[in-house]
């Protein structure tokens, strides 16, 4: 029995046991001395598929309501909070981009645009946020314009600047070039048909291509067949003003007029009393405005007097420097903060045109009086400008002013065109 039980035992191993695959039958190959190159399938690697997502910050949100929405965990979006740093003052409006791989809900990668010329990039590298900032760079445009005086200046500039400008920064100009050139021309009585204006304008083009409000850089008027030029200029210790082609400067000590705009109704002189009907001195200028039209002071000064004066109406005289005294009268109320004492700069709102006291239609009335003696202002004003280009300045101005009028391109300073003095 143990002999029978041991063959058996014997013979079911040799049965189940697994089959040796059939030897394959080798065959003799010729090999050359020279290398074999077999070609082998090579497979591109995979690149990893990524998701991209846009989201808007809203109004009151900061960067850590954005990532959860993006399916970022609290703890890893105020990591990236404190990462960005100024995140917490982002406007509303920007978009923030987060870049992940897909299936992967923390992202790789988030960018944001603080200003229109930045743009900051958060990436997750070795488990943390890791910031980077890069600047985008912005260009100058110029522009240059010619016009000819027919009837207004308004009109030249708008058809000299054309489709370049909007309507209402092209009326901006304007009011500029009339400020600058307001104590040399009066727009109003100087500029004749014929007479001529040129300009060189200034503006920045951001990285998203939107430009900024132009300046002037520089200009030039002909008026009665005299030149007269304005050169922007930035003086040591970072004031910027305009001179003429001299060197002399366009800003006055006192503005030529009080009001923008700038209708003379009535001149300095006698002339029959409009409710009076008698003739009488007329010691001022009255202009012309629309009520509320908001009055300037002509220059630095104190107040004198704010309230009401007889036939003045509602009246304020400004003390200037050497025995100078401006008044301005019939308005409408004063503007805040002005009353006796109170400084005022140059070109400050005092008050807004009206017609109180004895008046028949909206005006201002304006008196210069020096020394006490009221005196026709066109006169009192004309010999008070600013100081001129300072000696040590005098070589900066003098390539400044080539290099723009060249850009301008105008006629080129003479040889016998100098700098004035300053003195």
């Given at each position: 029995?143990?002999?029978?039980?041991?063959?058996?035992?014997?013979?079911?191993?040799?049965?189940?046991?697994?089959?040796?695959?059939?030897?394959?039958?080798?065959?003799?190959?010729?090999?050359?001395?020279?290398?074999?190159?077999?070609?082998?399938?090579?497979?591109?690697?995979v690149a990893p598929a990524w998701r991209e997502r846009v989201d808007t910050l809203g109004r009151g949100e900061t960067l850590v309501s954005v990532l959860q929405?993006?399916?970022?965990?609290?703890?890893?979006?105020?990591?990236?909070?404190?990462?960005?740093?100024?995140?917490?003052?982002?406007?509303?409006?920007?978009?923030?981009?987060?870049?992940?791989?897909?299936?992967?809900?923390?992202?790789?990668?988030?960018?944001?645009?603080?200003?229109?010329?930045?743009?900051?990039?958060?990436?997750?590298?070795?488990?943390?946020?890791?910031?980077?900032?890069?600047?985008?760079?912005?260009?100058?445009?110029?522009?240059?314009?010619?016009?000819?005086?027919?009837?207004?200046?308004?009109?030249?500039?708008?058809?000299?600047?054309?489709?370049?400008?909007?309507?209402?920064?092209?009326?901006?100009?304007?009011?500029?070039?009339?400020?600058?050139?307001?104590?040399?021309?009066?727009?109003?009585?100087?500029?004749?048909?014929?007479?001529?204006?040129?300009?060189?304008?200034?503006?920045?083009?951001?990285?998203?291509?939107?430009?900024?409000?132009?300046?002037?850089?520089?200009?030039?008027?002909?008026?009665?067949?005299?030149?007269?030029?304005?050169?922007?200029?930035?003086?040591?210790?970072?004031?910027?003003?305009?001179?003429?082609?001299?060197?002399?400067?366009?800003?006055?000590?006192?503005?030529?007029?009080?009001?923008?705009?700038?209708?003379?109704?009535?001149?300095?002189?006698?002339?029959?009393?409009?409710?009076?009907?008698?003739?009488?001195?007329?010691?001022?200028?009255?202009?012309?405005?629309?009520?509320?039209?908001?009055?300037?002071?002509?220059?630095?000064?104190?107040?004198?007097?704010?309230?009401?004066?007889?036939?003045?109406?509602?009246?304020?005289?400004?003390?200037?420097?050497?025995?100078?005294?401006?008044?301005?009268?019939?308005?409408?109320?004063?503007?805040?903060?002005?009353?006796?004492?109170?400084?005022?700069?140059?070109?400050?709102?005092?008050?807004?045109?009206?017609?109180?006291?004895?008046?028949?239609?909206?005006?201002?009335?304006?008196?210069?009086?020096?020394?006490?003696?009221?005196?026709?202002?066109?006169?009192?004003?004309?010999?008070?400008?600013?100081?001129?280009?300072?000696?040590?300045?005098?070589?900066?101005?003098?390539?400044?002013?080539?290099?723009?009028?060249?850009?301008?391109?105008?006629?080129?300073?003479?040889?016998?065109?100098?700098?004035?003095?300053?003195?």
């Open positions: 029995m143990t002999y029978v039980v041991v063959a058996g035992a014997a013979a079911a191993a040799v049965y189940f046991a697994p089959q040796a695959p059939a030897a394959r039958p080798v065959t003799d190959l010729a090999v050359n001395d020279a290398a074999t190159e077999v070609a082998l399938p090579v497979t591109a690697p929405r993006a399916g970022v965990s609290r703890v890893l979006a105020a990591q990236a909070l404190r990462a960005a740093g100024e995140a917490t003052s982002l406007r509303a409006g920007i978009k923030v981009t987060t870049v992940a791989r897909a299936g992967d809900s923390l992202p790789q990668e988030i960018t944001y645009k603080p200003a229109v010329d930045r743009v900051v990039r958060l990436r997750y590298l070795a488990g943390a946020w890791q910031r980077m900032e890069e600047k985008l760079a912005w260009r100058t445009d110029t522009l240059v314009a010619r016009g000819a005086i027919r009837s207004s200046l308004h009109d030249a500039l708008h058809a000299a600047l054309g489709d370049r400008l909007p309507s209402a920064e092209r009326s901006e100009i304007v009011w500029k070039l009339a400020d600058i050139f307001e104590y040399r021309v009066d727009m109003d009585r100087d500029l004749q048909p014929g007479d001529s204006v040129r300009l060189l304008l200034e503006r920045k083009v951001d990285p998203e291509g939107k430009p900024t409000e132009a300046h002037i850089l520089a200009a030039s008027m002909t008026v009665s067949g005299k030149e007269v030029d304005a050169i922007r200029f930035e003086r040591r210790g970072g004031s910027t003003t305009f001179f003429d082609q001299y060197g002399k400067s366009l800003r006055a000590a006192f503005l030529r007029a009080p009001v923008e705009f700038r209708r003379i109704s009535s001149v300095f002189g006698m002339r029959n009393h409009p409710i009076l009907g008698e003739w009488k001195m007329h010691k001022g200028t009255d202009y012309a405005a629309a009520a509320g039209t908001p009055v300037r002071a002509i220059g630095e000064g104190t107040v004198a007097y704010a309230g009401w004066k007889s036939g003045f109406g509602n009246v304020i005289e400004v003390r200037h420097s050497n025995g100078y005294v401006s008044r301005y009268g019939h308005l409408r109320g004063f503007a805040k903060g002005v009353r006796r004492g109170s400084f005022v700069a140059i070109g400050k709102t005092i008050g807004y045109v009206g017609m109180t006291g004895l008046a028949t239609a909206p005006h201002l009335h304006f008196e210069m009086l020096v020394d006490g003696v009221q005196r026709d202002p066109r006169k009192a004003l004309r010999d008070k400008i600013a100081d001129p280009i300072p000696a040590r300045e005098r070589g900066a101005f003098a390539a400044l002013r080539s290099r723009l009028f060249a850009a301008l391109d105008l006629r080129a300073p003479s040889a016998t065109t100098r700098v004035a003095d300053a003195n």
